[in-house]
């Protein structure tokens, strides 16, 4: 039953790097761990939900926010080795930081550069919660 998952080259922490990319306008999220559990559910589940290695658990994204993915489809890499979830951001926040991707940086003149807007604050996300 669940032998697509031992086609996956799991590192030796049993994790697989998983990076959630807007289904619509193929922008990247964000990028987060898995482990076997985590793919099993986020598959049976239709929707996102990684590994916490610093709190040592099941993280449902958007348990806390609201700022559910939605899951489209599923992909795997040639080396069976990172995972790519296609999904649905509802919100249309993906990072704790209240911005749509995690990714809101970009190297400019030896330094980073933010360039995406805070679209809501994350004290207003996260109410009593450090971040997901």
Known sequence: MNDWLDEIHWNEDGLVPAIAQ???TGRILM??????ESLALTASEQRAIYWSRSRGKLWRK????GHVQKLHELRLDCDADVIVLMV???GGIACHTGRESC????Y???GWK????VLKDP????AGHSHE
Do not use: C, K, P
Request: net charge negative; no cysteine; charged share 25%.
């Open 22 to 24: 807007d289904y619509q």
């Open 31 to 36: 990028m987060a761990w898995m482990n076997r």
């Open 62 to 65: 958007g348990e806390e926010s």
């Open 88 to 90: 649905e951001q509802l």
């Open 103 to 106: 990714f809101y940086r970009v």
């Open 108 to 110: 400019e003149n030896g």
């Open 114 to 117: 933010t360039v995406d807007a």
């Open 123 to 126: 004290h207003a996300i996260y």
